[in-house]
């Protein structure tokens, strides 16, 4: 009887770490929460500037993530520079319905340790995304990411350009 609790108990210790490594690879570090909670390899976002803004706006009768292409430059990491400071983006709802932000360096091409953030916003809240640099080493070969809405093919995809 024992024998069996113990396997049983060390199968699903087996599977807790196998699903949080696959986990891991998927997502890279990349956190999202709130400004006032929230933080990115122990820096509150408190303490990060935002980077970028993202709000979902109806543009002429479409819907789409605003702004359609969004520069990020990486290039001066000097003193007065980022230093390896993570990246910080607000994600802003200013529409009716929830609406998906799915960021990634590319569709169908994309490896399991490239960046991957999905996530879902409700109408009027604002969701805060901390990236890693670490997490864009794999990113900036292709140097332009896309900014869709998971939840609806008919919003506009935007996209985001980095410089580094
Ligand atoms: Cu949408």
């Not at 520079?81 to 802003?92: A, C, E, F, S, Y």
């Not at 640099?133 to 996209?159: E, G, I, P």
């Amino acid at each position: 009887m024992h024998k069996v609790l113990l396997s049983v108990l060390l199968g699903l210790i087996l599977i807790a770490t196998g699903s949080s490594v696959a986990f891991a690879l998927q997502s890279g570090g990349a956190m999202v929460g709130d400004l006032a909670t929230g933080s990115v390899v122990g820096q509150p976002f408190t303490s990060l500037d935002v980077d970028l803004e993202f709000t979902a706006l109806n543009i002429g009768g479409k819907k789409a993530w605003y702004p359609g292409t969004a520069i990020l430059d990486l290039r001066n990491q000097g003193t007065l520079g980022r230093r390896g400071q993570p990246i910080l983006i607000k994600v802003t709802n200013a529409l009716d319905g929830d609406h998906g932000f799915s960021l990634s360096a590319d569709s169908a091409f994309a490896g399991p340790t490239s960046l991957q953030v999905k996530i879902v916003v409700k109408p009027g809240e604002t969701k805060y995304i901390g990236i890693p640099m670490s997490d864009l080493t794999f990113v900036t070969a292709a140097r332009n990411m896309t900014v869709k809405c998971q939840l609806h093919a008919a919003h506009l995809t935007s996209h985001l350009v980095i410089f580094k």
